[in-house]
């Protein structure tokens, strides 16, 4: 039963190490999201919508 956790080969290493990383990367990047201010969240799911010229001062050509 306890001869999975032994590693006969140092290469099997490497797919626990990535596992480790990535979690750590996911983990992080959910923390960062819940710690988030509530201006910030706002001003954030405003971004795709805004215009990079206000419509007052734009040009349209006909």
């Known amino acids: 039963m306890f001869r999975r956790l032994f590693f006969d080969d140092w290469v099997s290493l490497f797919p626990l190490i990535s596992f480790i990383v990535a ?3 996911y983990v992080g990047i959910f923390r960062g999201a819940l ?3 509530r201006g910030q969240i706002d001003e954030l799911s405003t971004l795709p919508l ?3 010229t206000p419509s ?3 040009h ?3």
């Open 35 to 37: 710690r988030m201010r």
């Open 23 to 25: 979690s750590i990367v």
């Open 60 to 62: 349209e050509e006909r």
């Open 56 to 58: 007052a001062h734009r």
């Open 50 to 52: 805004q215009d990079e």
